[in-house]
């Protein structure tokens, strides 16, 4: 496996992470413990460094396995995770006060089974608690040695220069794939003048582009994609020439279309280092091969010709949710 570093921070990983929050929270019935500890383990032996998980994914339950997983070889791996939700239940609300953030490492490092939490991501800006003492909270934490780096997660540019001047920042972690690139305006050019890492979660559209969803596609009632705008029918069939257009590449290249999906990304800059989850070890692997999937700039243009003519249609969050996504 390739290796990365994120920014200007020192912090080397996999050019590919594993997002482990599916394993226990947002996509159905939780896998079950032994299995999503092979899982983690297989990544590792198969090159993945970066393991990203938080207190929220469960709540605890995720850090609990991601700990257990990882017990055996910590030292060869970079374990993240987040703060930033009342109770760890985002239904609650934020809460980014000191002590709380105080709390959650204390318990996180229990979770984890470790002494240092290696990335420490404010989950969400918390709007309640002015970003200098949370950046200061955790510059304390860095300093006593329970954190190694600091992180933001879908944090505006306001919030990520303000937090940056106080205690510099890792990486920015924040949706960004094929069918949402917000990023690209004002996010990105940020990050590569302050020196900060990228790491997109959901960088496989959770799950469209890999072409396996469709406008019949239906979703359990435990799986949040049931109550988001953009995974509504209607909304899967308008979108459907996105999934098409990374089909066709990938079909073109002899790849499958998750890897033309990571790929793309990669291509991006070199900071960046997207984290796609899985709950399935072929599944694990093939987006690991992406890692050696080279785009040409014709690829690459192609690609934009065609997503320039796209309309994406529906919100990534449903209404309620969408609230706790501080911009």
Not at 149 to 159: K, Q, V
Not at 248 to 255: E, H, I, N, P
């Amino acid at each position: 496996m390739q290796k990365r570093t994120l920014g200007r921070s020192g912090l080397e990983v996999s050019a590919i992470g594993l997002g482990c929050m599916g394993l226990s929270h947002g996509y159905g019935a939780a896998t079950d413990r032994a299995e999503a500890v092979r899982l983690i383990r297989g990544g590792h032996e198969r090159g993945v460094t970066f393991f990203d998980t938080a207190e929220a994914y469960g709540p605890h339950v995720n850090e609990e396995v991601v700990g257990e997983a990882l017990a055996p070889i910590r030292d060869e791996v970079v374990i993240a995770t987040k703060f930033g939700f009342r109770d760890a239940v985002p239904a609650n609300g934020l809460d980014s006060r000191p002590e709380r953030i105080r709390q959650v490492a204390d318990e996180a490092l229990v979770r984890l089974r470790t002494d240092r939490i290696d990335l420490f991501y404010q989950h969400r800006v918390d709007p309640a608690v002015p970003m200098e003492d949370v950046a200061g909270t955790v510059k304390e934490l860095i300093q006593a040695g329970k954190v190694g780096h600091f992180g933001l997660s879908e944090a505006g540019p306001d919030a990520i220069r303000c937090a940056h001047g106080v205690q510099p920042v890792a990486a920015l972690q924040s949706e960004h794939s094929l069918w949402w690139r917000e990023p690209e305006a004002e996010i990105l050019p940020l990050l590569a003048e302050l020196g900060i890492g990228f790491v997109p979660f959901a960088p496989l559209g959770k799950g469209f582009l890999t072409g396996q969803i469709t406008a019949d596609t239906t979703f359990g009632d435990t799986d949040f994609r049931s109550t988001v705008p953009r995974f509504a029918p209607d909304a899967l069939k308008a979108n459907q020439p996105i999934a098409d257009l990374v089909r066709d590449l990938a079909a073109s290249k002899d790849v499958t279309p998750a890897q033309i999906a990571l790929a793309w990304l990669l291509a991006q800059a070199p900071w960046i280092v997207p984290i796609p989850g899985t709950t399935k070890l072929h599944r694990l692997e093939e987006n690991i091969a992406a890692a050696d999937v080279t785009l040409t700039a014709d690829d690459i243009a192609r690609i934009e010709r065609a997503l320039a003519s796209i309309e994406v249609q529906g919100g990534r969050y449903n209404e309620s949710y969408q609230t706790l996504v501080n911009r």
